[in-house]
């Protein structure tokens, strides 16, 4: 059984993404159909919908995207966007359908560093938590002090740190994201999510090439405090997702019987409270 937590749907037709313009590869509409068949032929037996970074004005459609998309199968949840900054932000989350959300997220490596340091940001993060929900943490590798620090603020909101903490893999970044990433596990509130390497590698990568990383990443958070993700369709800007597939197996190879279901499956369905 594979959970996949990091998958995006993209329908340009319903919803605005102004950030694809700048990647031409990936800007056309990525459907339920075409990630169902790649799924399947993967082992993927569920997956929770990562927002896609739209236009504000959109972020409520988005969820009831989302929530009709559950009604397919398949996808069995939904982490949203959010400003966790926005005054109404108690009143908002009383609102959200628990049934469909899971958690929530705002990606920080696309604003300036001032937006998560503002008090408002950090007590809507605490709101977040006393509403039982989690928060990804979309950073750039040198923000991993801020991951920590925020973490620290909100020692009652979980948090998923996405994307290994984003590694420059292509530029041989090692050594500048090891240590913070390492400090940021210390943070008991704090998961790891196994996904987006591939967009971080370009195209001339092998299983050797992730290997520092991920095994770094289970090291310093431990068999359970990870969880696995595709980043559909993200990943395919270096690979597919029988690539991304394939290389986690192999990456884990040695792993127990018992820590390979806990990062494919046994952690998410723990964190989020899934059936």
Not at 168 to 175: F, I, L, M, Q, S
Not at 257 to 267: I, K, P, S, T
Request: aromatic share 8%; glycine share 10%; hydrophobic share 45%.
């Amino acid at each position: 059984m594979l959970i996949d937590t990091h998958l995006h749907l993209i329908d340009r037709g319903r919803l605005s993404y102004p950030w694809l313009d700048g990647v031409p590869a990936l800007n056309r509409d990525w459907s339920l159909a075409e990630y169902t068949a790649a799924a399947g032929r993967c082992g993927i037996t569920a997956a929770l919908h990562m927002e896609v970074d739209t236009a504000e004005s959109d972020a409520e459609a988005e969820i009831g995207m989302v929530a009709e998309t559950i009604q397919a199968g398949l996808v069995i949840g939904a982490i949203a966007g959010v400003r966790p900054e926005r005054p109404d932000i108690a009143d908002w989350l009383a609102g959200l359908d628990r049934k469909v959300v899971r958690g929530l997220r705002r990606v920080l490596h696309v604003v300036p560093d001032e937006v998560s340091d503002a008090p408002a940001f950090r007590d809507g993060l605490r709101a977040i938590g006393r509403a039982g929900l989690s928060f990804d943490l979309c950073l750039r590798a040198d923000q991993l002090g801020r991951g920590a620090a925020l973490a620290d603020a909100c020692p009652d909101t979980r948090f998923v740190l996405d994307h290994c903490g984003n590694p420059e893999v292509a530029r041989n970044g090692y050594d500048d994201w090891a240590a913070p990433l390492a400090e940021l596990a210390r943070r008991p509130n704090v998961i790891a999510k196994i996904s987006g390497l591939l967009a971080q590698t370009g195209p001339e990568w092998s299983v050797e090439t992730l290997r520092p990383y991920v095994e770094h990443v289970i090291a310093s958070f431990g068999w359970d405090r990870v969880i696995w993700g595709s980043d559909w369709p993200v990943v395919t800007l270096g690979g597919s997702l029988s690539d991304w597939v394939a290389a986690t197996h192999a990456l884990i190879q040695g792993c127990s019987a018992d820590e390979r279901a806990a990062l494919f499956h046994g952690n998410a369905r723990r964190f989020w409270g899934l059936a």
